[in-house]
Nanobody, 123 residues
Framework: QVQLVESGGGLVQAGGSLTLSCAAS????????LGWFRQAPGKEREFVSAISWDGVTTNFADSAKGRFTISRDNAKNTVYLRMNSLKPEDTAVYYC????????????????WGQGTQVTVSG
């Protein structure tokens, strides 16, 4: 069982940066693959980025490539999403997700989810 709590969202101007954090409970955090998703009003939840259990392999949506960075600190049971050059279209609720064997783009494949944190980018 893993419980995930996101933080770090907020209001930022276009071109600005934010770092989201996702703190996890549980002693087996290092065994989980972790992903970030986002959902804007009226839209489906979409993949943003994911990272393997050891932090070696990462995936990014095309919209995030070159602007976002994902990392994890297994000693702190935390995964981070650094977002640079933010655009108004990045406005959404951002969710952290975990799974023991999957870190792809399909949200239905992730077993655990956080409650989300709002990111609003003003133009």
């Amino acid at each position: 069982q893993v419980q995930l709590v996101e933080s770090g969202g907020g209001l930022v101007q276009a071109g600005g940066s934010l770092t989201l954090s996702c703190a996890a409970s549980g002693r087996t955090f290092s065994s989980y693959f972790l992903g970030w998703f986002r959902q804007a009003p009226g839209k489906e939840r979409e993949f943003v980025s994911a990272i393997s259990w050891d932090g070696v392999t990462t995936n990014f949506a095309d919209s995030a490539k070159g602007r976002f960075t994902i990392s994890r600190d297994n000693a702190k049971n935390t995964v981070y999403l650094r977002m640079n050059s933010l655009k108004p279209e990045d406005t959404a609720v951002y969710y952290c997700a975990a799974d023991v064997g999957y870190f792809g783009i399909d949200p239905t494949r992730y077993q655990y989810w956080g409650q989300g944190t709002q990111v609003t980018v003003s133009g």
